[in-house]
């Protein structure tokens, strides 16, 4: 039933933790805690809102079921994360500490103390309130990899708005799609980013998307790049300029939220062509990825942490913004793509910091893991004591690389399975588990995951089954902005009956319960971890005038987990060719962004349909694997 490829084998080697990550860890009695949490999760969570997180004013119920699977964490409680984030720290001993470390592709390193984030934060708070931002607006973010995007979040969450990021490799359509369903009046961009030694026009996209979607009446424009831009009178203004007026004073109050009030939306890719908007909420949110940063990667008040996402995907909200931030973390982010200008830019980067842990994805692993080993011995790498990996199964032969070469054999790995949806971490180790390269392991502590057939039995050991999570957890996305049956339609249609959340994934359990993740069982491909619908990329191809008809698989591609194969049936009268194939492939470029850009375009006369009109890209994907082509019973042709 799996539609993955086999990535992992659950036959394999163990690593026990070393004797010297147990006895350092934060918490060495975590397989017992977790023990315990299996019967009581809510008092996991519990345990873990007091000891982590300040509130304003404590809640009076930890978990509310009433109206499920709308479900409500720590209601009653007043919080804002930014204060948990920054104002406790600012006016604390920590002031003075670290909490980030930039570097910009061409080698300029810039610091932000504790106190000197704050100030930036509350300075930009005020200036969105002087476009008119109040508690309960959405705010659009779309920026390169800077300083100023974590800022601009922030400042957003300060005055109690909802931040909408859009990544800053998404391009017009997908822009403006997102800024009209979000219904954001302000926007927040640069004039451009770099990346690989260029400049991506963000300004122009944005005009372009704007334009697209009349609700915007305000345009933020951060200067990085320097390039020419277009500013529209009364609309554009520049952070510089905004930020020199007395009206952006270095104190802001900040708001308090509800603990169920919203903090964020956040689009990720489904089934439909329409993102869906997952919205995170102030209380629950912050404790979840909280506990699980403080846990999982063993956070200690020296480390020099490295989360090598982009603030712009989930990764990066919860792991590069908020959690290290909430627990007082230097943090280090790199604006430049891993390898860039040279092989071992990150291990560089690592022996200069001295960071201590590294948090990244498989794509970027094996990218690194081509120009070889020797890049990285160049480079004193002892600082390192954690690694992590997201976004896709992790390879044995890429988990062994980064083991050894990276780790050096001391660094135990932590891979985290979980999802934009899930807020945090949901099945991972923490350094004292043993680990199996390729396996997230165990559901964590309050987390009740498992593998189960059709009907809801659990699977036998090593059985593929669908992954399901069976009870709540506080970082739960809680809707979808806009439009809640889409959330119960989308999460909790499949197993209904019981009550459960569905992930969309397929996995296995070995025979000592261990995890292991085979891939989407859904229309989502993971293109270098990075996730993308099937129906946003047929829905760009289709608005080209030359294309009737289009629909992608994902195909296994050893560097980036999967890549696109596209087919399209052409409008009569329109001759296929290399030419039109690469047209078609910059089109998709230009409205959906890079990461979308098919690897193939073939050109086909139909498609297999079911009777009731649906691509069965199932087929599609077999035929290219050179696979089985299974049940046909269904086809209409
Ligand atoms: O298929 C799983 C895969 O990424 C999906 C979630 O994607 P997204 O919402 O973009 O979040 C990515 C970062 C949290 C999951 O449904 N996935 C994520 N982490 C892993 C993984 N697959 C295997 N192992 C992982 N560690």
């Known amino acids: 039933m799996s539609n993955g490829t086999e990535h992992v084998s ?15 860890a934060n918490v060495p009695d975590y397989l017992a805690i977790r023990q315990a949490a299996l ?30 699977p709308f479900y409500k964490w720590f209601t009653g409680g007043k919080i804002n994360i930014v204060h948990n984030a920054l104002d406790r720290h600012a006016t604390s001993w920590r002031r003075n500490k670290l909490a980030l470390i930039w570097e910009s592709e061409d080698g300029e390193e810039v610091t932000y103390s504790y106190l000197k984030l704050w100030r930036r934060v509350n300075r930009f708070a005020n200036v969105l309130k002087s476009m008119g931002v109040k508690k309960g607006d959405t705010v659009t973010i779309y920026m390169g990899r800077v300083p100023q995007l974590p800022i601009a979040m922030l400042a957003t969450a300060k005055i109690g708005a909802i931040h909408s990021v859009v990544y800053g490799g998404f391009s017009e359509q997908a822009l403006a799609d997102r800024i009209a369903d979000a219904k954001s009046k302000v926007v927040v961009t640069c004039d451009g980013a770099w990346l690989r030694g260029k400049t991506v026009n963000l300004k122009d996209i944005t005009d372009e998307a704007v334009s697209r979607s009349p609700v915007v009446q305000k345009v933020i ?24 007026l007395p009206i952006a004073s270095p104190y802001c109050e900040t708001e308090v939220m509800d603990a169920e009030d919203g903090l964020f939306i956040l689009y990720t890719s489904g089934t439909t062509g329409k993102p869906k908007g997952l919205l995170h909420t102030c209380g629950g949110y912050q404790v979840h990825i909280a506990a699980t940063l403080k846990y999982v990667f063993d956070i200690k008040e020296e480390d020099r942490y490295w989360c090598a996402a982009d603030p712009g995907w989930i990764t990066g909200h919860s792991y590069i913004v908020y959690a290290p931030l909430i627990l007082g973390t230097t943090s280090f982010m790199y604006e430049g793509a891993p ?14 910091y001295a960071i201590s842990i590294l948090y990244t994805a498989p794509t970027a692993i094996r990218s690194l893991m081509r120009f070889g080993a020797e890049w990285a011995d160049r480079h004193d790498l ?95 996305a809680r809707t979808v902005w ?90 009569a009268g329109v001759q296929g060719g290399d030419d039109l194939a690469a047209a078609l492939r910059q089109h998709v470029r230009t409205e959906v962004g890079p990461i979308a850009m098919p690897a193939v375009v073939e ?4 498609l297999p349909k079911t009777r009731s009109g649906k691509i069965m890209r199932r087929l599609l994907k077999a035929q290219v694997l050179g696979k089985p082509l299974g049940d046909t019973s269904t086809l209409e042709d």
């Open 339 to 352: 390898g860039y200008p040279y092989p071992d830019r990150w291990w560089e980067q690592i022996e200069k």
């Open 603 to 606: 050109f086909v006369d139909s």
């Open 482 to 571: 806009g439009d809640p049956q889409r959330y119960e339609d989308t999460y909790w249609a499949d197993f209904a009956d019981q009550g459960w959340y569905f992930t969309g994934d397929s996995a296995r359990r070995d025979e000592d319960g261990y995890f292991w993740i085979i891939g989407r069982m859904d229309d989502v491909i993971k293109v270098s971890g990075y996730r993308l619908g099937t129906a946003e990329v047929e829905s760009a191809l289709v608005s080209h005038p030359d294309v009737a008809e289009a629909a992608c698989i994902g195909v296994p591609d050893e560097l980036k987990g999967n890549v696109i194969h596209a087919f399209c049936i052409l409008n």
């Open 382 to 476: 002892s600082s390192l004591r954690i690694l992590g990996s997201v976004g896709e199964p992790i390879n044995p032969e890429a988990w062994r690389w980064y083991y050894t070469h990276i780790g050096h054999e001391r660094c135990p790995i932590m891979d985290t399975w979980w999802q934009t949806e899930t807020g945090g971490f949901m099945i991972t180790p923490t350094p004292v588990v043993p680990l199996k390269p390729g396996s997230g392991t165990l559901p964590f502590a309050g987390i009740q995951a498992d593998v189960v057939r059709e009907d809801g039995v659990p699977c036998d050991a090593n059985e593929d089954g669908y992954l399901v999570v069976k009870y709540p957890w506080p970082g739960m």
């Open 221 to 244: 424009v951060y200067q990085r790049t320097g390039q020419d831009v277009k500013m529209v009178p009364g609309r554009d203004f520049w952070w510089h300029d905004l930020e020199s």
């Open 10 to 24: 659950a036959k394999s080697e163990v690593f026990p933790p070393s004797d010297d990550v147990v006895a350092h």
């Open 39 to 68: 019967d009581d999760p809510a008092a996991f969570w519990d345990a873990r809102a007091k000891e982590l997180i300040d509130w304003y004013e404590p809640y009076n119920e930890v978990l509310n079921t009433s109206n499920a």
